[in-house]
C-alpha cells in the first residue's frame, strides 16, 4: 500500500473514540494508538487479523465487533503505519483536542506511554539489542505512564510543558521506529549472505 493511500484519511481522536463507544469499551483511546506505536517501533508488523485480535484484547469488549468497527480498526492501523513511516516526520500523537483540560491531555499522554510501552514489550525485544539512547527513551517513557494529572492547574506553563513533554514522546517514537528500521536492514542482510554462503 502507497504512503499517499494510507495518508488520505487521518484518524483523529475523536474518530477513534466514537469505535470505542460502539463497543462499549472503557480503555482510553490513546492507549491503543500507543500499544500499536509500541509495536511498530519494535519491529512488529503483525497482519490485519493479528492485529484485530490485540486491538479486541487491548479495548477489552466482550462483545463481537462489527464489521463497522473492525473496518475502521483496520484503517486505523494502516494509516498509523503510514504516519510512522512518512519521510516528513509528520507523525503525531492521537490524544485529545486542545479544548479538553490540560490534565485531561496529560492522562490521556501517560496513558499512550502505557500503552506504548505494553506494545514494544510485547514483541520480546532483548534489551541487549537496544542501542543505550533507546532504553534511556523507553525509561523516560515508564516514567511519564504514571504522571497523575489530578492537581495540575490550567495555566500558560502548563501548557507549554505539557507540550514539551508531547514533543518529546513523539521524537523518542521516531527515534526508535528509525533504530528499529536499521536493525530490521541489518538482519536482512546478514540473512541473505548466509543463504548466498549455503
Known amino acids: 500500500m502507497s504512503e499517499a493511500k494510507t495518508r488520505l484519511e487521518p484518524f483523529s481522536f475523536d474518530k477513534l473514540a466514537d469505535l470505542f463507544v460502539e463497543v462499549r469499551s472503557m480503555t482510553p483511546p490513546s492507549q491503543l494508538h500507543g500499544l500499536l506505536c509500541g509495536q511498530l517501533c519494535a519491529g512488529l508488523r503483525p497482519d490485519h487479523k493479528s492485529w484485530l485480535d490485540a486491538a479486541a484484547e487491548q479495548m477489552a469488549t466482550s462483545d463481537e465487533m462489527s464489521v463497522r468497527v473492525r473496518a475502521g480498526l483496520v484503517d486505523f492501523y494502516d494509516v498509523v503505519l503510514g504516519d510512522i513511516s512518512a519521510s516528513d516526520l509528520s507523525f503525531s500523537l492521537l490524544l485529545p483536542e486542545s479544548d479538553e483540560t490540560v490534565g485531561q491531555r496529560t492522562d490521556a499522554l501517560g496513558q499512550w506511554c502505557s500503552g506504548f510501552l505494553s506494545g514494544f514489550g510485547a514483541a520480546g525485544v532483548i534489551g541487549s539489542k537496544l542501542s543505550e539512547e533507546a532504553t534511556g527513551v523507553l525509561n523516560d517513557l515508564a516514567q511519564i505512564a ?53
Open 146 to 198: 504514571q504522571v497523575q494529572a489530578d492537581d495540575l492547574e490550567e495555566s500558560e506553563d502548563s501548557e507549554k510543558d505539557f507540550f514539551e513533554v508531547c514533543e518529546y514522546v513523539r521524537m523518542a517514537t521516531l527515534m526508535l521506529f528509525g533504530e528499529s528500521q536499521e536493525n530490521k536492514a541489518v538482519q536482512e542482510t546478514q540473512a541473505n549472505k548466509s543463504d548466498a554462503i549455503h
